[in-house]
């Protein structure tokens, strides 16, 4: 079955925050506390309007958590199901992103990930991201990036 990336429904608020926990239990202990993401009301982020998942008939594999502003999207969370990690989804949800932005006009992406959690800024950096700075944020040490978009 393919996989689409859909706007989340509220009845995926379950199981996004399921999958949110899963992804990011691994850095409790890294970080010395729970992950920004793990901290989020989901249902309230998708009657906003700000989530989108990636699913493959009614599983949700992956989440992305997303908002326009005025002259950037800020991503503000992609997270793919334990299981399903290393199959391209989370670039896939990123794409999707990147289309969005490139759609309303906003000339970049941007997003920030926690420093200790190194394996994202390599991830990103694939992805055409650059280090714009480093600061103490809502409690937690972050890295911001961004993604100037052709």
Not at 21 to 32: D, H, L, M
Not at 43 to 52: D, F, P, Q, R, Y
Request: hydrophobic share 40%.
């Amino acid at each position: 079955m393919a996989s689409s990336v859909r706007p989340a429904r509220p009845d995926d608020s379950a199981s996004i925050g399921d999958l949110v926990r899963a992804s990011y239990s691994k850095y409790v202990e890294r970080i010395g506390k729970e992950p920004a993401p793990m901290l989020e009301d989901y249902a309230a982020l998708i009657e906003a309007g700000e989530v989108w998942v990636l699913a493959e008939g009614e599983e949700v594999l992956g989440v992305l958590v997303m908002r326009p502003a005025e002259d950037h999207l800020f991503v503000d969370n992609v997270a793919v199901a334990s299981g399903h990690q290393g199959r391209g989804l989370g670039r896939e949800l990123m794409a999707f992103a990147e289309k969005r932005a490139k759609r309303d006009g906003l000339p970049e992406i941007r997003l920030y990930t926690n420093e200790k959690m190194h394996e994202n800024l390599d991830i990103y950096a694939r992805l055409g991201f650059e280090e714009i700075g480093r600061k103490l944020d809502g409690g937690y040490r972050r890295v911001f990036m961004c993604k100037r978009l052709a």
